[in-house]
């Protein structure tokens, strides 16, 4: 059985615990050692044959697990955050398909979520932002066309962008163009959850020259809207005056 498993953000105990327990059990492991904490590996078995993928192609990781499935053994893949973000499963997946061996995915925190809690914000503030985008700057990988950063800023909903601290003068641009004000707040998360975590607030007009002043280039999530600007409206969930089905109203005898 091959197990993809959410690695987490970067902190080792940010791994869920089914995703621990199976990573101590496993005979084989295949971790993205460009930003997987290697720190995870530590509690591996002795016998554990560990490969990073950094190195490896798509053929050479299905080697590895097929090889792993021919002698009936465990394999965990172990992908940065969660698997479903950007982590290149799904081709991993239709080979195994393909092959017909066995496999599960075990979630885990995406950086995303990392990156948020050291804001310390919501990302879904009622009277300022119900939704959230999540993509990318177009670099080697393309984005298409619908997608394009300046037509998703025109929703003006909370953003974030993944893989694009090294392209943040067209990101900017886009921005901009597709209807962001200059001074909406945006935030660079370089290494959330790391020992080495930095936070740098700034503006969607300052975006680029922010992340060269700090000179973030790499592994940093860009988050975008007015939900960092901690103005909104309390929610009507906890609102003493909304009733739902677990609270009643109060001064209402509605059952
Ligand atoms: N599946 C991963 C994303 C993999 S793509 C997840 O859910 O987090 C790699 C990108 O993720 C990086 O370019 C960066 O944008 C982001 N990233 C990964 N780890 C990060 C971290 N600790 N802090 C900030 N961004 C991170």
Redesign the pocket.
């Known amino acids: 059985m091959i197990h993809f498993v959410?690695a987490g953000?970067?902190a080792p105990d940010l791994i869920t615990v089914r995703g621990a327990r199976l990573l101590a059990a496993t005979d084989v492991v295949i971790y993205?050692g460009s930003?997987v904490n290697p720190a995870l590996l530590a509690s591996c078995a002795p016998h554990c044959e560990v490969h990073d993928s950094a190195g490896m192609t798509l053929e050479e990781t299905i080697a590895v697990m097929r090889a792993a499935d021919a002698a009936g053994k465990d394999c965990v893949r172990l992908?940065?955050?969660?698997?479903?973000?950007?982590?290149a499963i799904a081709e991993q997946m239709m080979e195994l398909d393909r092959l017909e061996i066995a496999y599960e995915v075990v979630p885990?925190?995406?950086?995303?979520f990392?990156?948020t809690a050291a804001l310390g914000c919501e990302l879904t503030r009622p009277g300022v932002s119900q939704s959230l985008i999540v993509t990318?700057a177009e670099g080697r990988t393309p984005v298409p066309e619908r997608e394009r950063l300046s037509l998703l800023a025109a929703h003006g909903c909370t953003m974030a962008?993944?893989?694009?601290?090294g392209l943040l003068e067209q990101a900017q641009e886009e921005l901009l163009l597709g209807g962001y004000p200059a001074e909406t707040p945006a935030a660079i998360?370089?290494?959330?959850?790391?020992p080495d975590?930095a936070v740098f607030r700034c503006t969607v007009g300052t975006l680029a020259r922010c992340a060269e002043e700090h000179a973030v280039t790499?592994?940093?999530?860009?988050v975008v809207g007015e939900v960092l600007s901690g103005q909104g409206d309390r929610s009507r969930l906890y609102d003493p005056g909304f009733a739902h089905g677990y609270r009643h109203a109060e001064g209402s005898a509605e059952q």
């Not at 962008?161 to 601290?165: E, G, K, V, Y």
């Open positions: 959410g953000p970067g993205a930003l992908h940065t955050g969660d698997p479903a973000l950007y982590g885990g925190v995406s950086s995303l990392g990156a990318r962008l993944f893989l694009s601290a998360v370089y290494r959330a959850t790391w975590e790499r592994t940093a999530l860009v």
